[in-house]
């Protein structure tokens, strides 16, 4: 296919827009004709045989031929007009498209597996003389998903080849069409048609025999700790691997560091994944086991989705002369970018352990906090977590809580701890003479009473 000068379709749509609209138009001039040509002294003329200018010279307006002649007349002067104005729009239109071109689509669309688990190689061939356009850019639309999804993925490229992960226990689907722009075509963006291919990998063993449950959560953005659980028609003694690739290594790896219960492995710890962040990890975990075939786990995992921080760090309460709390804390620690953190600070005026009622204050990515307290109760909680924000990720794990609780004075208990020790001295000193009245009262006239001396 080559590429072709013209809309030969759209110019069709076109004319077949405005060319019945002009013939509707010269219609009713005709029906006006039959209607209006009626001379004094003759019977009515047919249109056919008198034109419609002599008839509107010959014919004198009369009470009988006005209310026909007169409305017709100015319909079909307005008819006239849009049909003139209908014609120069569609040569504009042929004139303007003359200058535009179709474009075909790509050649030789296919999908070749390198063995890295899930990436697939997907490669084309640009159209025919497609080199013979100097005065517009050609681009690709490059669209993929696995069979069942929803969605697909998109990427405008120049490329004629990428790797892109799939899950190859579904079928691999890719279509690509050219999109020309530039002076060529107006500065309008021109669409082929789609091309299509497909990929499937052989399956072996039952889907139930395929390992599930299976999680991954990217640690402090330092380790990767991923389980699974055995699959239904797993036997016993079944032996399971995990391997890994992303782009940067030569070959897929194995896992060196199994989660292992009851000698079966259920899990793997991987290390070193700074260079696989912002980009396809892909993972297999394949099972093995005596006269039995197990199906292989395929999963594509992007690190940044997957990150878990720590809690936040020295977390610091304060309370202000017009009682308000200053909240600060520190983020966590770990190989956790600062500028990607967003933290949910939470706060209880009724705590009573796992019955408090929280409730959320802020979400934010600043580190400080401000919060007007509204029970004033004496014991009060602040509890803070944080997660990746949306500028590093679409999505993440939020770390645990850190939590602080305190205890505030209310006006009446200061009043009460300054009453309490004026009670007790006043209470003290009135002890202090009533002894003093009663060891008058038992001491002999004449002699001395000796404080030092007990009643």
């Not at 697909?152 to 490229?157: D, E, L, N, P, S």
């Not at 080849?161 to 722009?181: H, I, N, Y």
């Not at 002076?183 to 082929?192: L, R």
């Not at 008058?440 to 007990?454: E, F, I, M, Q, T």
Request: net charge neutral.
């Amino acid at each position: 296919m080559q590429l072709l000068e013209a809309y030969s379709l759209e110019t069709g749509a076109y004319a077949g827009l405005f060319f019945p609209f002009c013939c509707s138009s010269f219609l009713l001039l005709e029906l006006e004709n039959t209607l209006s040509c009626t001379l004094p002294g003759q019977r009515e003329t047919p249109a056919c045989y008198a034109p419609w200018h002599v008839c509107r010279r010959t014919a004198p307006l009369t009470p009988h031929t006005f209310p026909r002649g007169a409305p017709m007349s100015h319909l079909g002067m307005a008819l006239r007009r849009l049909c003139a104005l209908s014609v120069a729009l569609l040569w504009g239109c042929l004139a303007s498209t003359s200058h535009r071109k179709a474009v075909a689509p790509p050649q030789d669309l296919q999908i070749t597996d390198p063995g890295l688990l899930g990436s697939l190689d997907v490669e084309w061939k640009p159209p025919p003389n497609v080199q013979t356009i100097s005065d517009c850019t050609v681009r690709y639309k490059f669209e993929y998903r696995n069979t069942g999804d929803r969605d697909w993925k998109v990427i405008f490229t120049r490329k004629l080849k990428f790797r892109v992960g799939f899950d190859l226990s579904r079928t691999a689907e890719v279509k690509v069409q050219t999109l020309l722009e530039g002076q060529c075509t107006n500065d309008m963006e021109v669409q082929s048609d789609w091309i299509y291919a497909t990929f499937q990998v052989p399956l072996q063993g039952k889907l139930e025999s395929e390992v599930q449950n299976f999680h991954c959560i990217y640690h402090d953005w330092e380790y990767l700790k991923c389980t699974w659980q055995p699959g239904l028609l797993a036997p016993r003694g079944v032996h399971y691997e995990l391997y890994y690739w992303y782009e940067g290594l030569d070959r897929a790896a194995q896992c060196d560091d199994y989660i292992q219960d009851h000698g079966i492995n259920i899990g793997c710890t991987l290390q070193n994944l700074s260079q696989a962040e912002y980009k396809d990890l892909s993972i297999c975990v394949n099972g093995s086991a005596a006269a039995t075939l197990l199906r292989p786990l395929y999963i594509t995992l992007r690190l940044h989705n997957l990150a878990k921080p720590s809690p936040p760090k020295h977390l610091v309460v304060s309370m202000s002369a017009s009682e308000e709390l200053h909240v600060a804390w520190s983020p966590p620690g770990g190989e956790t970018p600062p500028q990607c953190l967003e933290y949910e600070v939470q706060l209880t005026e009724d705590a009573r352990g796992a019955k408090a009622a929280w409730a959320s204050v802020s979400t934010q990515m600043e580190t400080a906090l401000t919060i007007s307290r509204a029970n004033q109760s004496r014991i009060s909680c602040v509890r803070v977590r944080g997660r990746t924000n949306i500028f590093c990720a679409d999505q993440g794990f939020w770390s645990e809580w850190t939590q602080e609780c305190f205890s505030v004075s209310r006006k009446e208990d200061k009043q009460l701890f300054i009453l309490i020790p004026l009670i007790l001295s006043l209470s003290s000193s009135l002890m202090v003479f009533m002894l003093i009245g009663q060891c008058k009262k038992r001491s002999p006239a004449g002699k001395p009473l000796h404080a030092s001396v007990g009643c």
